[in-house]
Nanobody, 127 residues
Framework: QVQLVESGGGSVQAGGSLTLSCSAS????????VAWFRQAPGEEREGVAV???????NYADSVKGRFTISRDNAKNTLDLRMNDLKEEDTATYYC?????????????????????WGQGTQVTVSS
């Protein structure tokens, strides 16, 4: 059973930074498609950032230039560095991975294509 566990969430003021981390068991992060999603209350879950096994990345337009997805191969973890946080970034952030994938299904960041999910970590940005 693949297990994904997020950490690093918290409360921060607008303009601040946070780094989320996702650790994986029974799933090799550094040779696979892995992504970050988020869901705010009353909103649908949306893809934030994804990286595939070749290192190609894709970001939601709302976070481009502010968020960076990366892997720590030695630790088998996936990180999301979030800079210049805005109130609208407030959400529960989830790490996710697909059981199988293609180039397009991975980088397309559609939640229906991702099978394994962490429990989520809360990020709250205040003004």
């Amino acid at each position: 059973q693949v297990q994904l566990v997020e950490s690093g969430g918290g409360s921060v003021q607008a303009g601040g930074s946070l780094t989320l981390s996702c650790s994986a068991s029974r799933y090799t992060v550094f040779t696979a498609c892995v992504a970050w999603f988020r869901q705010a209350p009353g909103e649908e879950r949306e893809g934030v950032a994804v990286i595939d096994d070749y290192g190609s990345t894709n970001y939601a337009d709302s976070v481009k230039g502010r968020f960076t997805i990366s892997r720590d191969n030695a630790k088998n973890t996936l990180d999301l560095r979030m800079n210049d946080l805005k109130e609208e970034d407030t959400a529960t952030y989830y790490c996710a991975a697909p059981a199988t994938y293609s180039y397009s299904s991975c980088l397309g960041m559609q939640s229906r294509n991702f099978n394994y999910w962490g429990q989520g970590t809360q990020v709250t940005v205040s003004s």
